[in-house]
């Protein structure tokens, strides 16, 4: 399954009401019509999208369903400013190009390699940078080039924010 496929996933879960758990403990039988409503009001071309990704859905193993209902379930327990900092983030990882996501899933599998010592010490050096000096970090990188993002990469490599990301956020 693509990365950018899992929200629309879980919103299709959502909007047919396929996670029982989630759809019974709020108002039961009045949100399954009202998501059968929805669905009937969609154009034929999403119509087709949502019915195409609800054949995926009951192609899913049950284990692999469990999860995503219980990650959904979590999503709708998180404050809506993290549940939209999440979104936001899924929507940045949706629109990079492919090498800049290898890159940053090397970073996170370096990341996860690190004891908790060199991750606290990679916080700390973060946290040493002045505020002023991150954020005209944050602006030369937006403003660099392919090439230039490299240079930038290969000075601050060892030295940079946590783990081992290169690139300033």
Do not use: C
Not at 138 to 149: D, I, L, S
């Amino acid at each position: 399954m693509k990365a950018g496929r899992l929200p629309a996933l879980l919103a299709l879960v959502a909007l047919l009401g396929l996670a029982p758990e989630v759809a019974r403990s709020q108002a039961p039988q009045t949100e399954e019509r009202q998501n059968y409503q929805r669905f009937r009001q969609l154009p034929p071309d999403e119509k087709a999208r949502v019915l195409k990704d609800l054949q995926r859905w009951n192609e899913l193993p049950a284990a692999r369903k469990r999860e995503l209902q219980e990650s959904y379930q979590r999503f709708q327990k998180l404050p809506p400013e993290q549940r939209e900092r999440l979104l936001q983030r899924q929507r940045q990882w949706e629109t990079m190009p492919p090498e800049e996501r290898e890159r940053v899933m090397k970073n996170y599998q370096r990341w996860q390699q690190m004891t908790p010592e060199e991750r606290a010490q990679a916080r700390e050096r973060l946290r040493q940078i002045p505020p002023a000096e991150r954020e005209r970090l944050r602006e030369q990188w937006k403003k660099a080039t392919p090439e230039e993002r490299e240079r930038l990469r290969e000075r601050y490599r060892g030295q940079g924010p946590p783990h081992g990301q290169e690139r300033p956020r």
